[in-house]
């Protein structure tokens, strides 16, 4: 999984899909790489993310209650429409494509 470090925000950059079947996989890799970084800010690009499940809204839930300041980056219109059916948009930041 890409990321990149720049001004104290760590951006991790999701791809394919997030799903139950690769979930458990892709919440230990980026538990992985926040306990490595320092950071004051955390970042999910969503460019190239083309279909998220209740178990990757949980990854991102998980995230937002241990590090409060996050953004949800370049999210395509159809994941974002899940993002604000569930609520998202009240607790996280999320910039749209």
Known sequence: MKHNLENDTLTIYLE????SYNADAVEKEINGIV????FSHL???????????????????????????IVL???????ND????????TIIT???K
Do not use: C, T, W
């Open 82 to 89: 899940i993002f604000v059916m569930v609520g998202f948009q």
């Open 43 to 69: 970042a999910l690009d969503f460019n190239d993310l083309k279909y998220i499940s209740s178990a990757g809204l949980r990854i991102i839930m998980s995230l937002k209650q241990r590090y409060n300041d």
């Open 16 to 19: 394919g899909q997030l799903n």
């Open 35 to 38: 306990e490595a970084a320092k």
């Open 94 to 96: 999320i910039e749209r």
């Open 73 to 79: 980056k370049r999210v395509p219109n159809d994941i």
